[in-house]
């Protein structure tokens, strides 16, 4: 799937919590709580698409201005054996690199919706894959403290994996700690089979989960 720009996935930002029934409520506020879960079910995330960055683009380019927030939420995020901060701008101009993001509170509001310029600031998560001819990796996920928990992060899982069915690829992988619950419940969630335990994958005391979502038969292509 080529990366012309900002694309844009609508990806579900998640159900909507399970509307109690209360001999209190009245008819009419069961219903209006009612459409309102419908509605936040319905809410999607708009999961943008970093466009290339090019090795000759202006640090004061609206991308590499992108580019410099996500380094600085992996400096925030992750272990400093783990984060790519320092490398995250060469990471991006690899031709088998993808990078998906997502802003804060930035859905998309159906036909006739304009996108309108990314903020740096808005930032609420980004999610980093690299593909070779068969298979792809996800090698970063990330979401901002403040934002977690609002479905940034699975809406980004929806959209990669829909970018990685698109260039027909057989399956997808990642590494996860297994001590990370709430990451593990997440793939999971999606679809993700833990496939083995990596011995020493983050240090010599810290394992890795292999997980894998296949999405084509290799007998099918």
Known sequence: MPELGHGVVM?????????????????????????AADQEAQRAWRVRTLPPLLSRASSSSPTAALVDEFARLERRIFPKHESLSSSFAQEVKKRNQTVLYVLKDDVVKGEGDV??????????????YSWTSLAASITKLAVRDTCRRQG??????HAAVQHIRD????????????????????????????????????????????MALQLTSPDAL
């Not at 579900?12 to 009419?28: H, I, L, N, Q, V």
């Not at 940034?152 to 899982?157: D, N, R």
């Not at 992988?173 to 990451?183: C, E, F, G, I, Q």
């Open 11 to 35: 990806a579900m930002a998640g159900e909507a919590p399970a509307m109690a029934s209360s001999p209190f409520c009245t008819s009419e506020e069961r219903r209006d709580g009612a459409m």
């Open 115 to 128: 996108e309108e310029t990314a903020d740096p600031a808005k930032v609420a998560g980004y999610l980093m």
């Open 167 to 210: 260039r027909r690829l057989q399956c997808v992988n990642l590494h996860v700690d297994p001590t990370r619950s709430a990451a593990v419940a997440l793939y999971k969630k999606n679809g993700f089979l833990i496939e083995t335990t990596v011995k020493s994958y983050y240090a010599a005391d810290r394992d890795a989960y292999r």
């Open 152 to 157: 940034y992060g699975e809406a980004l899982i």
